[in-house]
Nanobody, 121 residues
Framework: QEQLVESGGGLVQAGGSLRLSCQVS????????MGWFRQAPGKEREFVAA????????SYTDSVKGRFDISRTNAQNTVSLQMNDLKPEDTAVYYC??????????????WGRGTQVTVSL
């Protein structure tokens, strides 16, 4: 059974930075596209960023382009999300997951607990 454990969230002022990490166990990520998603209060979970299995391709939702950077370390079975110039609208619980489809960014069905990111003015 795969387990995804997200960490690195916290409270930060607008304009600040955070680096999220996702440790995966029970399944190697090396042949899988991976993604980050987020869910704000009262909203549906949405796609944030994706990285192909070899790390050569990345994809971002428009609102985070130029501010967020996704990376992966296959040898450590981890995926990271560097978030810079954070805005209050980035406040959400952030999750990582395997991607079932690169084109649609459809995630796998199971989720970790996520990590809370709160950005204050």
């Amino acid at each position: 059974q795969e387990q995804l454990v997200e960490s690195g969230g916290g409270l930060v002022q607008a304009g600040g930075s955070l680096r999220l990490s996702c440790q995966v166990s029970g399944r190697f990520i090396s042949r899988s596209d991976m993604g980050w998603f987020r869910q704000a209060p009262g909203k549906e979970r949405e796609f944030v960023a994706a990285i192909s299995w070899g790390g050569r391709s990345t994809s971002y939702t428009d609102s985070v382009k130029g501010r967020f950077d996704i990376s992966r370390t296959n040898a450590q079975n981890t995926v990271s999300l560097q978030m810079n110039d954070l805005k209050p609208e980035d406040t959400a619980v952030y999750y990582c997951n395997f991607l079932n489809d690169w084109r649609t960014k459809k995630p796998a069905d199971y989720w970790g607990r996520g990590t809370q990111v709160t950005v204050s003015l």
